[in-house]
């Protein structure tokens, strides 16, 4: 009898916080709980914590994080073999410390490497032997040290050519596919209970979709782990199509992994176009054309924005049974890695949240939608 008055004790002193939570206006988090987890990136001024309003942002709308740049091995390395883990320690912890899962980005690509990681002292391509010791020693000690603290690791990333032949890497000109095979077996010897991923971007491209599931199928066969295929998501208003999307889901859940959308984000900006003249004017012409919307979007692209945006996360949640993870990257539009690319200086609003961090009208449609599903 003492046992029940004290259970029963607790549970009404649990109450008004009960009430309270549940007075609490739903966020992205909280409406897609037992849908999918909702991520973000994070630069260094908010692993630091100098961005303090997308910090807040971050706390109150996501469930996971994954780092920008920090983890990628151009900013761990100090200089040949020696770790400068400051900022990546930061990272991991500035999840852990507040219950936000941890994601792992990434341990082999062939941007922002270290020139001296693939090439000798002369600048010519190291051996085999010579690239997988240095595979097998980054990946054991980067993984190793934050075993048991992150879910899940882009092993590889970016290493398929839209037409699904491999990239011209110095990791495939040295080993050939060979390295993807043995970047999955290095991780999971390193640990064995960390999810494993490979990584990409227009993953929806019938060549390159085709080629990352017969590596997933490769890696199967010979008894390799790999638990996710990770598809980046840059799009914008003209293309992908929901259909092309639809597809590329459906062909990596056939091969047995589980789906990820890992670096989100939707510009709202014309593409590039080549051979742009050498003329001036042309060329001023063109920069204008590339950035139009300089103090603002206008009123009818903001609303196909939100359109389309809330599209494809009909779509991630119409796939939900596949779909693990949507990770958009970037806490708002001020912070996008589109905002200088493909030239610098543009201006662009490709997030969920505006330069004053405050929520388009997409997240309130994304929140109703998952509530609803």
């Not at 920008?68 to 400051?86: I, Q, R, V, W």
């Not at 054991?140 to 075993?147: D, F, L, P, S």
């Not at 050519?161 to 999955?184: C, H, Q, V």
Request: aromatic share 10%.
């Amino acid at each position: 009898m003492k046992k029940l008055c004290t259970y029963t004790l607790s549970i009404l002193l649990s109450l008004p916080c009960l009430c309270s939570c549940l007075d609490k206006p739903a966020t992205l988090k909280s409406a897609l709980a037992d849908k999918f987890l909702i991520g973000t990136a994070l630069n260094v001024s908010q692993i630091t914590g100098r961005d303090t309003a997308g910090i807040r942002v971050v706390e109150e709308q996501f469930s996971t994080i994954v780092a920008e740049n920090c983890m990628k091995s151009g900013e761990l390395f100090a200089a040949p073999g020696e770790y400068d883990f400051t900022m990546a320690d930061k990272f991991v912890e500035f999840g852990t410390s507040r219950g936000i899962a941890v994601s792992g980005h990434t341990l082999i690509w062939h941007s922002q490497l270290p020139k001296w990681f693939c090439h000798d002292e002369k600048g010519e391509l190291v051996t085999p032997d010579v690239l997988k010791e240095r595979m097998k020693n980054h990946i054991y000690t980067v993984v190793g040290r934050y075993k048991g603290r992150i879910f899940g690791w882009d092993v590889v990333n970016e290493a398929i050519n839209d037409n699904g032949t491999w990239r011209e890497s110095p990791f495939y000109k040295i080993l050939g596919e060979e390295f993807m095979y043995l970047a999955f077996q290095y991780a999971n010897e390193a640990d064995p209970n960390v999810e494993l991923y490979y990584n990409d971007y227009n993953e929806w491209h019938t060549g390159k979709r085709d080629a990352i599931v017969k590596v997933v199928k490769e890696l199967k066969k010979r008894g390799l782990r790999i638990d996710g295929v990770g598809m980046q998501g840059h799009v914008g208003l003209d293309g992908p199509s929901l259909e092309e999307y639809q597809a590329a889901i459906d062909a990596y859940a056939s091969a047995g992994v589980k789906v990820m959308i890992t670096e989100f984000d939707m510009s709202a900006l014309p593409f590039g176009r080549r051979n742009v003249g050498a003329n001036i004017a042309d060329t001023e012409a063109y920069n204008k054309e590339m950035n139009p919307y300089t103090n603002g979007l206008p009123e009818d692209i903001s609303t196909q924005w939100n359109t389309r945006m809330m599209d494809f996360f009909r779509l991630f949640l119409k796939n939900s049974d596949k779909i693990s993870r949507v990770t958009v990257w970037g806490v708002a539009d001020g912070d996008s890695w589109k905002n200088n690319f493909p030239m610098p200086g543009r201006t662009d609003y490709p997030l969920l949240f505006d330069r004053n961090h405050q929520p388009k009208p997409v997240v309130g449609s994304i929140i109703d939608a998952a509530m609803n599903k």
